[in-house]
């Protein structure tokens, strides 16, 4: 091995020769290149992005040769482009933990097979830098490395994802020179760097060079103070220099009009000041920015500048005054390809959608995101938590069996707290809350430091804490980890808020309440987005605004960390951990976010959007078209919003308008008149809709993007009940029995049920078949993400493989030639007693109609069902629906705010949503009538005494439950029907709470009642 200090066993070591933490900024020569915001126009800096040669060791031990020498021969290694992840250019192992680390836990030590990767570059330096001083920056680089330039160790840097420095002044040349890199997959930071992802390593953030003036401005820290109302802002510029220069500063506003210029002689350290009268506030809703220039020997600085204050005011969080709720979601950098190398198109893609979601806040999750996403953000508008990178929650189940067994969650275990109150490890924490604030300490968007996740909370997180309330003031600290739950260190006077992870709404409610809670709540993680969820926005919502002390919170998370990959039959699909043998491993609970890895929305998020939106409408007197516009904006009010309407009987538009100027400043409601008519005569349910969109383009969507709706039922019919058609003289049925078959026939239909099975066997009209198999009842949905705590308890009850046993099967006709065959039987499973008991009457009605009313009992030990319906197998052409109900997409009882009523139309597989792990999907709740017929319009038409849910697929719920992969879905060529008189929701509670009772299929006794009529829809 190479003849190294081994630093990545050292926790008081974390630096060595690395110049100290600084604001993000690159040196320009005018203001035109700086404005630009192009780094590559700037003559001082010189990227090292690029192709390096490369050569991968499976251990540090195999690094023998002297590969940092200026003329060491590396033609026969390989290539990487620099930035990226190893490992998504096939080296070493790509693996997905979530809590576990992935290395023996004893810290400080890391094992003695430490993979390394060895980089060379060769670069050619300007003779216009002859007189300037060099210096690199690693604005990324995991774990640890060690850099030499022309075979001289020019340093030593951990801390994966904050910038390291170096001066290289002492070791270049004019003309060619080579730095080389050794990279460490593990030190003793790894034990820091224990978040929920996936384990890169490599130089996967930007390398490049700066030229300096020998004396020039090292450090800036603008900070703004608003006084007199608001109505006046003062400008601090903190600097500090590497020897006495005059430095110039020059504000302009937000469209270019110079409103300030100083200047003075600063001699390593000063200040400058400037004054502003009525500034322009910056809020995410209005992300109003001045420029600040600064003028030093041949550079230029540009900053900017956001007039804002942040504060904690008896208790409750406030921007500029004002109490503001954050909506937010927490965020990665992940990208399907890349790994965590992110392309800036990929951020500004990320923060559109995010706008056009109506979030505004981003929890850097769980580190500090490039410096330029910051600057994007504070450009379009976003509240950023900026989060240390730290996250050692792997000590809490890495001491014995007994911790696993306690199953308490971390707040049982002692060791979680183990390297916060070492006070061995103090430097190391602090150090990364160090890099953080100084790197980011400019940034308006940064409302709130936080400092790290769950790395429990000691000693050490206090100093981290007290010394960033010491360094900036302005801004409130955070850290989930002191929650009392976790029996940390009680002192928690240097965090200003308290943090809770998937608290539920009973438990935020009671905070708020408690005349004991003095600080504001935030959920800087609630309502785990994980599959087919989340089901609880609503409810979170509803009472965040209920309550002052309520900040809002960040839902987990932004997007799925899928690996993109195809088959040998080249059909993508996204891999997840245990996917690349990869151990230990967590599976799929990497992919647990609102969009897809390809930024594809997933029905959560609109959700979302609609729950969070900054817009209420509620009816006052709808008979009259008056309505109420609550503006939920903080500061913006509703100028920039018009309105559209529409009257629709079932799903057919009768009347439209649109409406603007309403005069609802922010926080408050008004009032607005529709001159639409509600009493026209017309049969059926009236829906009225309203659509609030943006009145002009913006720089995050295009004119006419929907900020929510509203809808309103005008007539709504109730609960109806199932009766047959009326009499006909030319309709007749007919029964006969034949060894144990029912059959009934009459003018354009024949059935037949069997009585041994207590199910229809066959159901046709005009000889075209109407099912495939006898129905059958069905308890069991492909399980969700967010049922995987239940699964095991259903799989015990038998809830998948529940087979029927019929008691007793009799038949009967009434003089109105009506058939009614009675059906006592059972559900359940070998080994356990009957799950369900019940009664079904079927009725055969002159005009091929099937009614059947079913009455059930559930046993009490089981808490409550997934489902329970009826499930027909179709004929293959029987995969067209349509239906009266919510759509157009996928919804549940606790997830089916961003689906609208109306009529609606889709192929079986465009019912369906995508889910990386195949689950439950694509039912529809709330439905009035569906009808699933071949292209031709011949099928069956559906309809039930109350509202119901359905879904049509082409798969059975146990093709969804044993794939692990979408690939590995096997399409059926018949048509699955599920008719389910209820569905339980799907809450959030792969991490979270238990499903609410409200949303629980919990019935013990019930009663449900379905229609099914033949139809040829082209003539009915």
């Known amino acids: ?25 690159i040196p320009y020569s005018s203001r035109e290149e700086a404005a630009s915001l192009k780094r590559g126009r700037s003559p001082y800096y010189q990227t090292l992005n690029g192709e390096w040669k490369f050569q991968y060791h499976h251990s540090v031990e195999q690094v023998e040769e002297r590969f940092y020498e200026a003329e060491y021969p590396a033609e026969g290694w390989d290539s990487l482009l620099v930035p990226s992840c190893w490992q998504t250019h096939g080296y070493d ?13 004893d810290p400080p030590f890391v094992p003695d097979d430490n993979p390394a990767g060895l980089y060379i570059r060769d670069f050619q330096v300007s003779k216009a830098w002859q007189d300037k001083e060099g210096y690199v920056v690693f604005e990324g680089v995991n774990a640890c490395f060690y850099v030499w330039v022309n075979g001289q160790l020019v340093g030593y840097s951990q801390g994966s994802r904050v910038p390291a420095e170096f001066c290289l002044t002492p070791y270049l040349v004019p003309g060619r020179n080579r730095m080389a890199v050794m990279v460490l997959k593990y030190c003793d930071g790894t034990y820091l760097e224990d978040q929920d992802l996936w384990r890169y390593s490599g130089i996967f953030r930007d390398v490049y060079l700066l030229a300096r003036d020998r004396n020039h401005v090292r450090d800036v820290f603008v900070q703004t103070t608003l006084q007199a109302d608001d109505q006046e802002a003062l400008l601090d510029i903190r600097l500090e220099t590497t020897g006495a220069a005059e430095v110039s500063a020059v504000l302009s506003s937000s469209d270019g009009l110079e409103l300030a210029v100083v200047q003075d002689f600063i001699d390593s350290s000063g200040a400058l000041a400037m004054k502003v009268e009525n500034p322009m506030l910056w809020s995410a809703e209005s992300p109003v920015l001045y420029e600040l220039l600064l003028y030093c020997g041949d550079e230029v600085l540009r900053f900017t500048v956001g007039f804002r204050r942040v504060e904690i005011s008896e208790g409750v969080f406030q921007i500029n005054g004002v ?15 890349l790994g965590q190398t992110i392309p800036l198109q990929h951020m500004i893609e990320d923060l559109k959608l995010m706008k056009q979601h109506n979030v505004n806040t981003i929890r850097a999750s769980h580190y500090p995101n490039d410096p330029r996403f910051l600057e994007l953000c504070s450009q379009y508008g976003f509240y950023v938590i900026d989060e240390a990178d730290l996250e050692c929650h792997g000590l809490a189940i890495a001491d ?50 936080s400092m790290g996740n769950e790395s429990g ?31 940390g260190n009680p002192d928690t006077e240097a965090l200003d808020m308290e943090s809770r992870m998937y608290a539920s709404v009973s438990q935020i409610e009671a905070y708020a309440k408690d005349a004991g809670s003095k600080k504001p709540l935030f959920l800087c993680e609630y309502s785990h987005a994980m599959g087919n969820g989340p089901g609880d926005l609503m409810d979170y919502w509803n009472v965040i605004y209920a309550y002052k ?26 891999a997840y951990g245990g996917d690349f043998g990869d151990k230990p491993n967590d599976g799929n609970f990497c992919i647990d976010g609102l969009v897809s890895p390809d930024r594809k929305p997933h029905k959560g998020l609109l959700e979302l959007k609609q729950i969070i939106a900054p817009v209420r409408i509620e009816a006052v007197k709808l008979q009259e078209g008056r309505l109420r516009i609550h503006n939920l ?52 349910e009236l829906v009225l809709t309203i659509s609030c969109c943006l009145k002009e383009q913006s720089g995050w969507a295009e004119r006419g993007h929907e900020i929510m709706f509203s809808q309103f039922i005008v007539k709504p019919e109730g609960t109806r009940s199932l009766q047959p058609a009326g009499d006909s003289p030319w309709r007749m049925l007919t029964a006969t029995e034949q060894r144990g078959m029912l059959s009934l026939e009459g003018l354009d239909f024949r059935h037949v049920f069997d009585l041994k099975k207590g199910m229809p066997a066959e159901l046709s009209k005009h000889g075209v078949k109407l099912i495939q198999e006898p129905p059958s009842f069905n308890m069991w949905r492909a399980p969700i993400d967010n049922d995987m705590n239940l699964t095991r308890r259903w799989a015990y009850e038998g809830l998948e493989h529940a087979g029927m046993k019929v008691y007793a099967c009799g038949w009967s006709q009434s003089p109105e030639q009506e058939v009614r065959v009675q059906v006592k039987f059972s559900l359940g499973v070998y080994t356990r007693k009957p799950i369900v008991r019940g009664e079904a009457e079927w009725r055969f009605t002159p005009d091929g109609g099937v009614l059947v009313k079913v009455t059930a009992q559930v046993k009490e030990e089981i808490d409550f069902l997934p489902r329970f319906g009826l499930q027909l197998v179709l004929p293959e052409s029987l995969d067209q629906v349509e239906y009266y109900g919510y759509g157009p997409h996928e919804s549940y009882i606790d997830k089916r705010y961003s689906v609208r009523k109306g009529k609606y139309r889709h192929t079986a597989d465009e019912m369906a949503e995508t889910y990386i792990m195949p689950q439950e999907t694509g039912s529809r709740w709330g439905t009035e009538w569906a009808r699933i017929t071949n292209e031709l319009g011949m099928g069956l038409r559906c309809e039930a005494g ?75």
């Open 93 to 105: 192992q790509m693996h997905y933990s979530n809590v576990n680390y992935t290395i023996p836990c």
């Open 1 to 25: 091995m190479l003849n190294l200090e081994k630093y990545w066993e050292n926790p008081e070591v974390v630096e060595v020769n690395r110049e100290l933490p600084r604001a993000y900024y």
């Open 323 to 337: 109490p503001v709720k954050l909506k937010g979601v927490n965020r990665h950098d992940s990208h399907p390809k």
């Open 549 to 574: 002390e309520l900040m809002g919170g960040c839902v987990w998370e932004w997007c799925d960390h899928g690996i993109e990959r195809r088959t040998e039959q080249g059909e993508r699909y996204y």
């Open 400 to 449: 014995n069996w007994r911790n696993m067994e306690k199953g308490e969650g971390m707040q049982s275990y002692d060791d979680f707290h183990q390297l916060s109150n070492d006070t061995a490890w103090e430097h190391a924490f602090v150090d990364r809350a160090k890099r953080m604030v100084e790197r980011d300490k400019n940034q308006p968007c940064v409302v709130i430091w």
């Open 946 to 1020: 109350q509202p119901f849910s359905f879904n049509v697929s082409h798969f059975l719920p146990s093709d969804l439950t044993r794939a692990n992969h979408t690939h590995e879905l096997q399409k059926r060529k018949e048509t699955i029907l599920q008719l389910d008189y209820k569905m339980s929701g799907v809450g959030s509670h792969a991490c979270g709470p238990m499903l609410a009772e409200e949303y629980q299929m919990n019935e013990k006794q019930f009663t449900f009642e379905f229609h099914l009529l033949p139809v040829f829809a082209e003539d009915e």
């Open 457 to 487: 909370y000691g000693v050490n997180h206090i100093a981290m804490a007290q010394w960033t309330r010491q360094r900036d003031p302005s801004r409130p600290v955070h850290y989930e980890g002191a929650a009392p739950q976790y029996r």
């Open 633 to 684: 904006y903080d500061f913006n009010d509703l100028s920039h919003l018009i309105f559209y309407w529409k009257l629709e009987c079932e799903g057919e538009v009768i009347q439209q308008g649109q409406f603007q100027h309403v005069p609802a400043p922010p926080h408050a409601h008004a009032e607005v008149k529709l001159e639409v008519d509600f009493n026209a005569a017309i049969p059926g």
